[in-house]
């Protein structure tokens, strides 16, 4: 936890100083500092108004962070839970290929057939249950956080208090875990569908140029050589790491995108939820409602908090920039030393500090985009109450 703390700090310009410019304060657990006065009117007008409001419910989230550093917990975990899923996802590859070679090796015939499609659908049981276990995890981490800054405590709140208090929704939380799963399960399918299908074969080598390019490069690719990094001394093949990085790691790329972009469509499910003890459907509707006036100021703080991780994670092209100048040929050709592996690790694990930590500002956020959706105050503004 501290070495999160320090990169936070480093990264996002957060301290333990007071802001300079003094504001009235909302009545949340005395946690939330406004980050402006509130504009007359509120809601989901767009405008310089919503960026106001937008980048304002932004800003006071990361008040709240730096007041609150037991909220911090929640980006670990969520780190951690997101480590599982490509470890989950190694191991789906792993077993599918063995069912695959084995079916193979069987030979034509109705058993083969048969032991195929076995294999297929036990891919997507695979499939559902490392979806549905990872977005369990983090529905349960995002209503502790709702909850924990929602409590009426004085001081900082306990994470793990509100994660004790999350249980009582426990049933809710995974039918919804399970709509997720499957909604997630459907877009993946259908963004394959498209890209096979639709996407034109003359712009492939586009592909090179997005994420896939960039992660075979230094300093994503520590090594520059898959096989160096997961070679097993002494026995000449290919360890389970391969499977994991980069093979997993990509596969939860594309699921966190899913899973953004679920969260982006339905961000105020879990509150209604946690908050206002709605059903499934009741939360969905009225997250949907809730939208409808909060559209704008939800969309400008989104792309402000995109816009910070897209910065930091820009700065690659300095670490590359730098490793070329000083050492091109073991940076760019051969293998880094010890000292440059050492450099990039630290700047993976740096970078993947910052997303989690925006995504946790980007969590409190909402709670302040709820408030002003089910209050008419706007995000930060003083006279709202804490939800019970």
């Avoid at 790329?253 to 969260?263: D, H, Y």
């Avoid at 709820?370 to 995000?379: F, I, K, L």
Wanted: proline share 4%.
């Amino acid at each position: 936890m501290q070495l999160i703390s320090v990169i936070t700090d480093q990264w996002l310009g957060l301290c333990r100083k007071p802001p300079s410019v003094h504001a009235s304060q909302i009545d949340m657990g005395n946690l939330h500092e406004p980050a402006y006065e509130g504009l007359p009117g509120g809601g989901g007008g767009g405008g310089v108004g919503a960026i106001r409001r937008g980048i304002g419910a932004a800003f006071s989230g990361m008040r709240t962070l730096n007041r609150n550093r037991q909220l911090l917990w929640f980006a670990l975990l969520a780190g951690l839970v997101l480590a599982g899923n490509a470890i989950g996802h190694a191991a789906r590859h792993y077993i599918y290929r063995i069912m695959q070679t084995s079916h193979f090796a069987a030979g034509e015939g109705p058993g083969y057939i048969f032991g195929l499609s076995l294999s297929y659908i036990g891919s997507y049981v695979l499939d559902f249950f490392i979806a549905f276990t990872t977005l369990f995890c983090l529905v349960f981490l995002l209503a502790g956080l709702v909850l924990s800054i929602s409590s009426k405590k004085e001081g900082p709140v306990s994470f793990f208090e509100g994660l004790a208090k999350a249980k009582k929704y426990l049933k809710a939380l995974i039918l919804w875990s399970v709509v997720l799963a499957l909604a997630g399960m459907l877009l993946d399918r259908i963004y394959v569908y498209v890209t096979i299908i639709w996407f034109p074969h003359e712009l492939g080598f586009l592909y090179n140029f997005g994420l896939t390019g960039i992660i075979t490069q230094f300093p994503f690719n520590w090594t520059l050589d898959w096989n160096m990094l997961t070679e097993v001394p002494g026995y000449g093949g290919r360890s389970l790491l391969l499977w994991i990085y980069p093979s997993g790691f990509m596969e939860t790329l594309g699921f966190s995108a899913i899973t953004l972009l679920m969260f982006i469509l339905t961000p105020f499910v879990v509150p209604l939820i946690v908050l206002e003890h709605k059903t499934i459907w009741q939360a969905v509707v009225g997250s949907f409602a809730l939208m409808k006036k909060t559209w704008a100021d939800a969309s400008v703080c989104a792309v402000f908090l995109g816009v910070i991780v897209y910065g930091v994670f820009l700065t690659y092209l300095l670490v590359q920039a730098a490793s070329g100048i000083i050492s091109p040929y073991e940076t760019v050709i051969f293998h880094p030393t010890g000292t440059w592996i050492a450099l990039a690790i630290f700047y993976n694990i740096a970078l993947l500090v910052v997303a989690f930590v925006v995504a946790t500002v980007g969590g409190i956020a909402l709670l302040d985009l709820y408030r002003s959706a089910n209050t008419g105050q706007v995000p930060g503004s003083a006279g709202t109450e804490p939800f019970p």
